[in-house]
Each structure stands twice: as C-alpha cells, then as structure tokens.
C-alpha cells in the first residue's frame, strides 16, 4: 500500500519533501535508532529527544535532521518536543503534521492517528487539514486485517477517508480516497460472504440469508455481488422458498449474464425447480 507524504508549505517554508515509507523502511534495515536517553549532547548525538530546552528553530531543525536520514522515531520525538516547549510557535503547527507522518512511517499508526487529530483538533480550517484526514484514514488502512478477522480497523479507515472525501472532494488526496473507499467496501463485502458461507456449511440457511442480502443492499457495487446473488438463490431454495430464489437468480441473469455463478444458479434451478426455471 504505496503512501506518498506531498510537501507541506507554510508560511514561505517547505517542511516535508516527498518520501514513501517502503524506501524509509528499507533503509531503517541499516540504521538503529537511538533512544535519547543517554550519551553525548548536540544535534547528532543519543540525547535529541531528551527534555532539554531548545531554541524553536535548532531543535525543528534537529528533527527534520533525523526525519531525511531515516531516524523515523527520535525524529518524531523531536516534533512533539518543538510542540511541547513552544506550543504558540507557527512551528508547533508545523511539528504536529511532521510527527504525525513520522510516526506513520515508523508503523506507529495510534501514535500517527492521535497527532494527526490534535493538530485537526486544534488547526480545523487549516490548509494541510486534508492530509491529517489523508494520514489518518491511512494509519487505520495499513492496519487491514484478512477478511477472517474482526473489520473494526476497516471500518475506521472507510469513516476516516469517507470524511476526508466528504469534506475536501477536491482536494488531492480524494481521488486515492475513493479508490481506498471502493477497496475497503469490497474488503467488508467479503467478510460478509466470508460469515454467510461459513452459516450455509452449517446448515444454518435463514443466517446466510441475512448475510448475502447485507451485501445486495449495501456492497452492490463491489466484485461480490454475484456470488452473493447466487448464495440467495442456494439458500432460497434450501428454505423453500422458490420463488424467492428464482428471484434472484433472475436479478443475476438480468445483471451478470455472462458470469460463472449466473450459469450456476441457472443449473441450481433446473435441478431444484424446473418449472420455475422454465418459466423464467
């Protein structure tokens, strides 16, 4: 999942160059990150993360220092440091954001997500609004489990790139917003298959029903809608209600005609239901 942090300008000054996390990721592998709580002082040294009084501009200085050389976690220190010890600086504005996407880069996603939000929290209306939004959404995104897994993170990161495509449908993190949203939708559809097949091999056919249909009306638009229709057609038909299941096998005929499960479903009531399927 590809993640480009775009430059961040403010007041006259760039204070973020294009990175992505898979080359900071590679080359945090030949780099080890310091702790800060021990060793020599200055810019270079163990000790830029701790609580030492710096003027604003050497310590942001200091932190953007280790955010190009890949030092993702002491540099996300040193961001909330400049907020921390200079909370009314223009640069505090600027060191909330930063931190928030080295945290991100570091796979540090609750930590990402909680400065992205302080920094929304207290920056509503500001121009770099969207990417909070964008880093937000992105956290929850990159915490996606498999579809046999609780969706409580995909459903975090639908609401949080929803809102992002909500509020700034112009902006330009909105178009990899919409194509997240769409890829999130069918991640859900899928876990819905995933709960109504496991209720079908159980026999337990009204659960399926319930299931397939969550799909139909909410998830239409993604790759699982034609299963879906045949899984209600199977299940229709295990409960006895055939015209139901002729129902939807025809909704599936009318809309996926050439699809695999139309023709299953076709051969599911041939041998079910001949004379609806006649008729149909």
């Not at 504005?93 to 609750?110: H, I, N, P, V």
């Not at 996606?144 to 509020?167: K, M, N, Y």
């Amino acid at each position: 999942m590809a993640f480009r942090a775009v430059q961040v300008i403010e007041d006259g000054m760039t204070v973020k160059k294009s990175m992505r996390p898979a080359i900071l990721v590679a080359l945090l592998s030949g780099v080890t990150l310091m702790s800060g709580c021990s060793g020599r002082g200055g810019v270079d040294g163990p000790t830029d993360t701790a609580y030492v009084a710096r003027d604003v501009e050497s310590l942001y200085s200091a932190a953007k220092t280790r955010l190009d050389r890949g030092d993702l976690r002491v540099a996300a220190g040193l961001f909330d440091e400049v907020e921390r010890q200079h909370p009314y600086s223009p640069w505090a504005r600027r060191a909330q954001l930063m931190s928030a996407f080295a945290y991100y880069a570091d796979r540090e996603y609750g930590a990402a997500v909680q400065s992205a939000r302080r920094f929304l929290s207290i920056h509503p209306g500001n121009s770099d609004a969207p990417y909070a939004y964008y880093l937000i959404g992105m956290s929850y995104y990159e915490q996606i489990s498999d579809v046999e897994r609780d969706q409580g993170i995909t459903l975090q990161a639908l609401a949080a790139l929803t809102e992002l495509q909500r509020r700034y449908p112009r902006s330009e993190y909105a178009a990899d917003a919409r194509l997240k949203i769409d890829l999130l939708r069918d991640h859900l559809a899928g876990k819905e298959m995933e709960i109504g097949r496991y209720y079908q091999r159980s026999g337990q056919w009204l659960a399926s029903q319930l299931r397939f249909q969550n799909v139909i009306k909410n998830f239409q638009t993604t790759s699982h809608s034609a299963e879906a229709l045949y899984r209600l057609t199977e299940s229709s038909l295990a409960l006895g209600l055939r015209d139901e299941a002729l129902r939807y096998s025809s909704v599936l005929g009318a809309n996926y005609p050439g699809d695999e499960w139309y023709e299953k479903a076709y051969e599911l009531m041939e041998d079910h239901a001949p004379d609806l399927a006649s008729a149909g």
